[in-house]
């Protein structure tokens, strides 16, 4: 006994609260370093052109060190060079990348010489975005090139100098080493000098952009036996050396020799960074997916900048991110310097305790602020890195096993029975649900559809919940006033809105508040229509399958939402897509309608009392063999899908199968209904702030990137541990401050009182943190403000009801189950606050005290901040266009 206490560890409950703190401080420092030694290339130009690595063995993800290449398309090359020339000059191994350049840029041309008769002669080929496209054989630089900066007489190349080129790529070396009377490495030499003063000289400049290509290292072994005795690696280093030196010459400072000039030339050595001995048979000639990548890269170099600058911000390469236009800027001070400025006024006025510095009323204002600014700096400038996502199964699968392994040591189970889809097994599920779809996001596992269906499925449990638990909720309460709309309408939209509008983005992008929100009015709307007659199962089931035709042909019919969106972009200046509201409504437009059933049944079995029958533990053996059976018979036909969008043609129509059967077996018997994972519980009760702060801390590039704080390495593990510790505290401490808001913005309605809400389970556990302890937020003195609130549960269906609420003729009143957004605990406590809170009326005060709201009630302050989002809108500059 005596042993096992010494090897007990007590963790502080602040532990991760100081730890991520910690993080958070020396990822800053590690940020301002990064600017200080980089401060010569702040938009990564150099890297891209010296430094990367490949992401995976197929040599298709190219990485350069710090930044997100593009993929471009003919859309973007269009956007970039807008009918203009671009000319190649030099050897076979320039030609070869010419051909895959012009073949990214229209497709439709050839990605390789016709024949081998004509492969030593110049080319010009004409894409279809009008852009010209030239190729001059000139291995030595001493002919076509001649002509091209001395045109005179019949020489003059009209079209090159009246319009000068837009990119001019240059090419030369190995042709000196194979054929020695040229003159070998001397005169190579000469040649280099000579054209790269004439290009540093001339004026008007050459083209907007010259790139010089260095010389390919061949791969020896693989050689000719002619071409092995003249080519050696000694002389290539020699000659890249050199071409190296003499563009970056020495009195150029290091500052200046990176700034993008017309008349400069630049270097890409990183070109043969990207070669690899087994894409080549002859040792000089490289496979197609190596001469594109490098050709892509030459276009990140010249084009990216010059690309719309738009969400998403997933091109970062040699890019500027785009200077915010006054209103946005006008956004981006408000959220920022709100919680200074207040806790300013509020220090002068002596309101400050010195001992806390940041008083109760302060903090989630800080909080919000602290974080959303964390986010703008994170993905709307270069502060820290962003590279890009490449699937490796042995990190998702590593993941996923130590994701699963943390939740199972973490199980704990409660003294009695808790019921069927109690509060803290919904937290868990939820829970679950959200690591598995970081991991999914952070891997870039949705190319994968064995594993994108699944998820799929995640999805529409989160759905399910939300129509499970509000029709418990109506069905028992029938508690439909403003105020209920206002809470889960503010509380599920809140951080939403104000990332829309500081990061530049739309609200359709955080999808997943969208989607709940707009089937939380679904729900809300079936149940309120004929709401007196609720008591009828025949009426309420009707009431429901009214409800799912009515809007499964409205979410088919896509005009139905082009000509509302029409209207809100006419009026209001929101342009939302209807097309991708279209995609996201059809997936999951069943499943909402399965939870609601699933509710009218559970409160039908409990009010029959049917578990008393003797023959349901036979039903119970039964359902449970079913949903087994349907698990497997789920998983075996997605991963016979061929792709996909094969299984998305599916997914309406069974994802209720997994989710349903999931529900019954996790509930299969006491044991399983009393034990629930405290880590998992703990990621379900901030869930939605964990899905929407992804966007842009987690990940980076609006999802597109992974985020990257410790610079100059390429171990992402490290990083991982850093960014997932202060993403997943800053997402907890951010739902507790979206809780105070909503209080703050909803209050208590003016000139009535809320309906009463479930009762809360005298039983049920408070919030749990990763440490064991509660979940707090921090204050400065190390002391915490609890915000968590009891949970409820739904009751038994056993006899165990000793502890449960009962109505007026004694029947047992059930617990609102949870739903994605714990919609229940925060509207109890708003609701019942005037009463029974026992939080520091201060938390309160800094908004929503009645000297400062004397006459503005509810839908008062919502109108207000709907017409100051309806003026924000109208002055928002529009998004660039491609």
């Known amino acids: ?65 710090g930044c997100m290449l593009n993929i471009y398309t003919p859309q973007d090359t269009s956007t970039c060079f807008r009918s203009r020339q671009v000319v190649f000059v030099g050897d076979s191994i320039t030609r070869q990348l010419f051909f ?30 009008k852009v ?103 002389d290539v280093d020699a000659m890249n050396s050199d071409l190296f030196h003499r563009i970056y010459s020495p009195h150029d400072s290091f500052s200046t020799k990176l700034l993008r000039s ?46 719309p600058k738009r969400y998403p911000m997933d091109k970062t390469c040699c890019r500027s991110y785009p200077s915010p236009s006054w209103p946005h800027f006008f956004v981006i001070s408000i959220v920022c310097l709100v919680a200074p400025v207040s806790w300013y006024y509020s220090y002068h006025a002596g309101k400050i305790n010195p001992a806390t510095w940041i008083s109760d009323e302060h903090r989630p204002v800080f909080i919000m602020s602290g974080a959303v600014a964390l986010m703008y700096v994170a993905d709307r400038t270069s502060f820290w890195f962003k590279e890009q996502k490449q699937f490796d199964p042995w990190f998702f699968g590593s993941s996923s096993v130590l994701a699963l392994l943390v939740g199972l040591a973490t199980v704990k189970r409660a003294d009695k029975d808790l019921g069927f889809l109690n509060r803290e097994q919904t937290d868990e599920w939820k829970g679950w649900m959200q690591i598995a779809i970081l991991i999914y996001h952070y891997t870039g596992a949705s190319k994968i559809s064995g594993i994108y269906n699944p998820i799929r499925v995640l999805v529409a449990a989160y759905l399910f919940m939300t129509g499970y638990g509000h029709t418990v909720f109506y069905v028992k309460k029938a508690d439909y006033g403003f105020l209920r709309i206002a809470q889960v309408m503010v509380r599920l939209n809140l951080l939403t809105i104000i990332l829309a509008y500081v990061m530049n983005t739309d609200y359709l992008f955080y999808y997943f508040a969208p989607l709940v929100s707009f089937w939380y009015i679904v729900v809300y709307v079936t149940m309120a229509i004929g709401s007196q007659y609720n008591d009828r199962t025949v009426f309420l089931i009707c009431k429901v399958l009214a409800a799912m035709s009515v809007t499964t042909f409205i979410i088919n019919e896509e005009w139905i939402l082009k000509e509302i969106f029409s209207v809100l972009e006419g009026a209001c200046n929101i342009p939302w897509s209807a097309k991708e509201s279209s995609f996201r409504l059809q997936l999951d437009y069943w499943i909402v309608y399965f939870g609601m059933l699933t509710a009218i049944a559970y409160m039908k079995v409990r009010d029959h009392r049917l578990t008393d029958h003797p023959l349901w533990p036979m039903v119970v053996k039964v359902s449970i063999g079913v949903s087994a059976v349907g698990m497997v018979w789920f998983f075996a036909f997605e991963l016979l899908q061929p792709s996909k969008f094969t299984y998305n043609h599916w997914h309406p129509y069974i994802s209720w199968i997994p989710v349903i059967s999931f529900a019954i077996l996790r509930n299969a018997n006491p044991t399983l209904r009393s ?88 039983n049920a556990n408070a919030n749990t943190s990763v440490g064991g302890g509660s979940s707090n937020m921090l204050t400065p003195s190390g002391r915490t403000s609890a915000t968590a609130s009891p949970s409820e549960s739904l009751p038994l269906i056993t006899d165990n009801d000793q502890d449960e609420p009962k109505d007026g003729s004694g029947e047992r009143i059930p617990f609102e189950p949870d739903t994605p957004i714990r919609p229940v605990r925060w509207v109890d406590r708003l609701a019942e606050s005037p009463a029974t809170t026992t939080r520091d009326a201060s938390s309160t005060a800094f908004l929503s005290r009645r000297k400062e709201w004397p006459e503005v009630g509810l839908v008062g302050r919502l109108s207000l901040g709907l017409v100051a989002m309806w003026i924000l809108n109208l002055m928002w500059p529009a998004a660039e266009s491609v």
């Open 132 to 234: 010209q496209l030239s190729f001059y054989w000139d291995p030595y630089m001493n002919s076509s090139y001649s002509r091209l900066v001395h045109p005179t007489g019949t020489d003059r190349a009209p079209s090159l100098n009246s319009d000068r080129p837009a990119l001019l790529v240059l090419g030369t070396g190995l042709w000196y080493l194979r054929n020695q009377d040229s003159g070998g490495l001397p005169a190579w030499e000469a040649r280099v000098e000579a054209v790269i003063e004439t290009i540093r000289n001339a004026r008007p400049p050459l083209a907007d952009q010259i790139v010089f290509l260095p010389v390919e290292e061949p791969v020896i072994s693989k050689l000719s036996p002619e071409r092995a005795n003249t080519i050696r690696i000694s």
């Open 262 to 307: 017309p008349h400069r030339v630049s270097l890409s050595p990183v070109l043969n960074h990207m070669l690899h001995d087994s894409q080549t048979t002859d040792g000089l000639h490289f496979s197609t997916p190596i001469i594109k990548a490098q050709a892509n890269l030459l276009l990140n170099f010249r084009c990216n900048d010059f690309l």
């Open 675 to 762: 034990a629930s994972s405290q880590v998992f519980g703990f990621i379900g009760k901030c869930s939605l702030e964990t899905f929407i702060m992804q966007y842009h801390l987690w990940l980076a590039a609006d999802t597109k990137g992974l985020l990257i704080v410790i610079p100059w390495t390429r171990w992402r593990i490290p990083n991982v541990i850093v960014t997932t510790t202060i993403f997943v505290w800053l997402s907890n401490q951010v739902a507790q401050a979206t809780t105070v808001f909503t209080g703050w913005i909803c209050g208590s309605g003016k000139g009535s009182e809320p309906s009463s809400l479930p009762t809360h389970n005298a």
């Open 100 to 129: 895959q350049f012009a073949n990214i840029v229209d497709p439709k041309l050839p990605d390789a010489p016709p024949d081998d008769d004509h492969k030593h002669s110049n080319y010009t080929l004409d894409a279809e975005n």
């Open 1 to 65: 006994m005596g042993s096992s206490r010494r090897l007990q560890v007590h963790l502080n409950p602040l532990f991760p609260q100081y730890l991520s703190l910690f993080f958070i401080c020396s990822i800053v420092i590690l940020g301002l370093a990064g600017l200080v030694l980089d401060q010569s290339d702040p938009l990564k130009c150099y890297a891209l052109l010296h430094r990367g690595r490949w992401l995976d063995s197929v040599f298709k993800n190219w990485q350069p060190d």
